[in-house]
């Protein structure tokens, strides 16, 4: 499965559990400009929870989608400011 999305980069954190893809997400939106887009990819079920938590108490960045591909969660985070 495939989003429509104009990523600027992507982050592979298979594998990783709590806390691990919220931090590695964090780390990697610093490093984009205004308007980027980047994807995370994911096998942490939690980590829908979890990034979308995240997004939504950090100024800065905007949760644009999360699809579930059979194991993998792919998360897209867009950099606003």
Known sequence: MSAEFDTA???DVKGASCPMPVLKTKSATDGLDPGDILEVLATD???MSDIDGWA???GGVELVDQIEDGDVYRH???KTE
């Open 9 to 11: 980069e992507t982050l």
């Open 45 to 47: 079920s939690g980590s």
């Open 56 to 58: 939504s108490g950090t």
């Open 76 to 78: 897209y985070i867009r």
